[in-house]
C-alpha cells in the first residue's frame, strides 16, 4: 500500500496544481472545462482502483481496527489527513462551501466515492453504521438538563416530554420546515434524547405552526430540502445526505446503540413513533413517514417526492416506497412526481389515519396511547428487521453515497436548483 498511498497523493497534488491554473468553473472556456473534467476522471480512476483494493486496510488505519466509532463526517476527515489525496482536505470543503453550488469544483464526488466503497464492505460498513447509531455528544450534554425539565428548544425542532410521550416538533417558520444541515443535527439531537429518556415511551413526530402568509397559524410538515440552501452551496452531501439517512432516519428504524446493559440483550434502545402530517409532506418530508409506525394526515394534505424535477435521489425511498405502496406508485411519485393527497385511496398506502383538520389532534392522541402496548417495542423491531435487515440497508447506502454525490454536481440539478430557487416555498402548496 505505501507506493499506492503516494502515487495517489502525488496524483491529487497535480490535479490541484492545474485547477488552480484555471479560472473558477463558471468561467472557463469549453477545452478548459474539458481538461479539468479529464484530470478529476483520472483522479478518482485512480482513487477507486485504490480503494477496491484497500478499503478495509484504510478504515482498519482509521479507526484503530474498528475500536474508534467515527460517523460519517470524522472518517472523511481523517481519511483527508492519513491519506493525503484520497478525499478533500477540511480547508478544501470551507473554500467549497463559501461557493454558491454552480461554481464549485464537485470535491464532495470523492467523499461520496470513499464512503461509497467504505459501506459496500460489509466489515468496513458494518462498523459505520453501526457508529451513526451512536448517540451525538450534543445529546449527552443535552440529557441532563432535558430529563430534569422536560423540554428544550434546539432552534428549528422544539422538543418536549409530556405524559410519557417525547413531542418533536419541526418549527423552521422562515422556510415551511425545508431541511437544511442545522435542522438535520437539531433532528437527530431530538431524536437521541427522545430515546436516552427512559421516561419517554413513544416518539411523535409534527410541524409547527406558521407565520407565512398562506398558512399563518396552520401546522406544516416539511417543505423537503431547502432548495435555496442547495443553490447556495450550502448543503452538504456528508453533513445532510448522508448523516440525515444513517443518523437520525435509521435511528428511527433501528434504535440507538448503547454499550450499559447486560451484553446478551440486544445494545439497542428502540421506541415506536408516531408522524402526524398537517398541510403537506414534501420530499424529504414525504420520506421520513416511510419509517414510522403510524402516520396519520389531515384530510386536506398532500404528499409528494419531486426527486426527478429537482434531479435528486430522495434518500432511501427508493428503498422503501415500493415496498409500503408498490412498484408502479412508487414510480410515479418518484420519477413522474405524482402528488398523492390525503383523500384519494392511494394515500392508504402511506397514511395510516385521515382525518378533518379539526380533529387531527385527538386522532394523534388516540394513535400515540395505542402505541404504548408492552409488545409494540419488541413487535416493531421484528418488523423492521423482516422489512429492512442491516446489511440490505447499508448497501443501497453505499450505492446512494456515489450517487447522490455525482446527482449535486450535474448540470441540470445546477440549473433547476436555481430556477426552484427563485419560487418561494409557500408556492409548493
Same mark, same amino acid.
Given at each position: 500500500?505505501?507506493?499506492?498511498?503516494? %502515487?495517489?497523493?502525488?496524483?491529487?497534488?497535480?490535479?490541484?496544481?492545474?485547477?488552480?491554473?484555471?479560472?473558477?468553473?463558471?468561467?472557463?472556456?469549453?477545452?478548459?472545462?474539458? $481538461?479539468?473534467?479529464? %484530470?478529476?476522471?483520472?483522479?478518482?480512476? #485512480?482513487?477507486?482502483?485504490?480503494?477496491?483494493?484497500?478499503?478495509?486496510?484504510?478504515?482498519?488505519?482509521?479507526?484503530?481496527?474498528?475500536?474508534?466509532?467515527?460517523? =460519517?463526517?470524522?472518517?472523511?476527515?481523517?481519511?483527508?489527513?492519513?491519506?493525503? +489525496? #484520497? &478525499?478533500?482536505? /477540511?480547508?478544501?470543503? /470551507?473554500?467549497?462551501?463559501? $461557493?454558491?453550488?454552480?461554481?464549485?469544483? @464537485?470535491?464532495?464526488?470523492?467523499?461520496?466515492?470513499?464512503?461509497?466503497?467504505?459501506?459496500?464492505?460489509?466489515?468496513?460498513?458494518?462498523?459505520?453504521?453501526?457508529?451513526? !447509531?451512536?448517540?451525538?455528544?450534543?445529546?449527552?450534554?443535552?440529557?441532563?438538563?432535558?430529563?430534569?425539565?422536560?423540554?428544550?428548544?434546539?432552534?428549528?425542532?422544539?422538543?418536549?416530554?409530556?405524559?410519557?410521550?417525547?413531542?418533536?416538533?419541526?418549527?423552521?417558520?422562515?422556510?415551511?420546515?425545508?431541511?437544511?444541515?442545522?435542522?438535520?443535527?437539531?433532528?437527530?439531537?431530538?431524536?437521541?434524547?427522545?430515546?436516552?429518556?427512559?421516561?419517554?415511551?413513544? @416518539?411523535?413526530? $409534527? @410541524?409547527? *405552526?406558521?407565520?407565512?402568509?398562506?398558512?399563518?397559524?396552520?401546522?406544516?410538515?416539511?417543505?423537503?430540502?431547502?432548495?435555496?440552501?442547495?443553490?447556495?452551496?450550502?448543503?452538504?452531501?456528508?453533513?445532510?445526505?448522508?448523516?440525515?439517512?444513517?443518523?437520525?432516519?435509521?435511528?428511527?428504524?433501528?434504535?440507538?446503540?448503547?454499550?450499559?446493559?447486560?451484553?446478551?440483550?440486544?445494545?439497542?434502545?428502540?421506541?415506536?413513533?408516531?408522524?402526524? =402530517?398537517?398541510?403537506?409532506?414534501?420530499?424529504?418530508?414525504?420520506?421520513?413517514?416511510?419509517?414510522?409506525?403510524?402516520?396519520? %394526515?389531515?384530510?386536506?394534505?398532500?404528499?409528494?417526492?419531486?426527486? %426527478?424535477?429537482?434531479?435528486?435521489?430522495?434518500?432511501?425511498?427508493?428503498?422503501?416506497?415500493?415496498?409500503?405502496? @408498490?412498484?408502479?406508485?412508487?414510480?410515479?411519485?418518484?420519477?413522474?412526481?405524482?402528488?398523492?393527497?390525503?383523500?384519494?385511496?392511494?394515500?392508504? !398506502?402511506?397514511?395510516? *389515519?385521515?382525518?378533518?383538520?379539526?380533529?387531527?389532534?385527538?386522532? &394523534?392522541?388516540?394513535?400515540? +396511547?395505542?402505541?404504548?402496548?408492552?409488545?409494540? &417495542?419488541?413487535?416493531?423491531?421484528?418488523?423492521?428487521?423482516?422489512?429492512?435487515? =442491516?446489511?440490505?440497508?447499508?448497501?443501497?447506502?453505499?450505492?446512494?453515497? #456515489?450517487?447522490?454525490? #455525482?446527482?449535486?454536481?450535474?448540470?441540470?440539478?445546477?440549473?433547476?436548483?436555481? $430556477?426552484?430557487?427563485? &419560487?418561494?416555498?409557500?408556492? /409548493?402548496?
Amino acid at each position: 500500500m505505501p507506493l499506492a498511498r503516494a %502515487a495517489l497523493a502525488r496524483a491529487a497534488l497535480a490535479t490541484e496544481d492545474l485547477l488552480a491554473a484555471m479560472p473558477s468553473p463558471r468561467e472557463r472556456t469549453d477545452d478548459q472545462r474539458a $481538461r479539468a473534467t479529464a %484530470a478529476l476522471d483520472a483522479g478518482r480512476t #485512480l482513487r477507486a482502483a485504490f480503494l477496491d483494493t484497500h478499503t478495509e486496510a484504510v478504515h482498519d488505519e482509521l479507526t484503530a481496527g474498528r475500536t474508534r466509532h467515527l460517523r =460519517v463526517g470524522e472518517l472523511a476527515e481523517a481519511a483527508a489527513v492519513a491519506f493525503p +489525496g #484520497l &478525499v478533500p482536505t /477540511a480547508a478544501r470543503l /470551507a473554500d467549497e462551501r463559501s $461557493r454558491p453550488q454552480g461554481s464549485k469544483e @464537485g470535491h464532495e464526488v470523492d467523499q461520496g466515492l470513499f464512503l461509497s466503497r467504505v459501506l459496500g464492505s460489509p466489515v468496513a460498513g458494518g462498523h459505520l453504521v453501526e457508529a451513526m !447509531l451512536r448517540p451525538t455528544p450534543r445529546a449527552l450534554a443535552l440529557l441532563p438538563e432535558f430529563r430534569r425539565t422536560g423540554r428544550l428548544d434546539l432552534g428549528s425542532v422544539q422538543l418536549e416530554r409530556t405524559d410519557g410521550t417525547a413531542r418533536l416538533t419541526m418549527c423552521r417558520d422562515d422556510c415551511l420546515n425545508a431541511e437544511d444541515d442545522r435542522q438535520v443535527e437539531d433532528m437527530e439531537t431530538a431524536v437521541d434524547l427522545a430515546l436516552l429518556d427512559p421516561e419517554v415511551e413513544v @416518539g411523535l413526530l $409534527r @410541524g409547527g *405552526e406558521m407565520t407565512h402568509p398562506r398558512y399563518r397559524g396552520r401546522r406544516v410538515f416539511s417543505a423537503g430540502i431547502n432548495l435555496k440552501s442547495l443553490h447556495g452551496g450550502s448543503i452538504s452531501l456528508v453533513d445532510f445526505l448522508l448523516r440525515r439517512e444513517l443518523g437520525y432516519i435509521h435511528k428511527i428504524v433501528r434504535g440507538l446503540l448503547v454499550e450499559d446493559g447486560p451484553g446478551w440483550r440486544a445494545p439497542t434502545v428502540e421506541k415506536p413513533w408516531v408522524a402526524a =402530517v398537517d398541510t403537506f409532506a414534501i420530499g424529504g418530508g414525504a420520506q421520513l413517514l416511510l419509517v414510522f409506525d403510524r402516520v396519520l %394526515a389531515a384530510s386536506d394534505a398532500f404528499l409528494s417526492l419531486p426527486a %426527478a424535477q429537482e434531479g435528486i435521489v430522495p434518500g432511501a425511498s427508493n428503498l422503501r416506497l415500493a415496498r409500503a405502496a @408498490g412498484t408502479r406508485l412508487a414510480r410515479q411519485a418518484i420519477l413522474d412526481g405524482r402528488r398523492i393527497r390525503a383523500s384519494e385511496p392511494a394515500a392508504g !398506502l402511506l397514511v395510516d *389515519e385521515v382525518h378533518e383538520p379539526e380533529d387531527l389532534d385527538r386522532a &394523534v392522541e388516540r394513535a400515540v +396511547g395505542r402505541l404504548r402496548g408492552p409488545a409494540v &417495542v419488541a413487535n416493531r423491531h421484528m418488523l423492521n428487521l423482516a422489512e429492512e435487515p =442491516v446489511d440490505r440497508f447499508r448497501c443501497y447506502m453505499a450505492e446512494f453515497a #456515489l450517487q447522490q454525490a #455525482l446527482r449535486l454536481y450535474s448540470s441540470d440539478v445546477i440549473d433547476k436548483v436555481g $430556477r426552484f430557487s427563485a &419560487v418561494k416555498a409557500g408556492d /409548493a402548496g
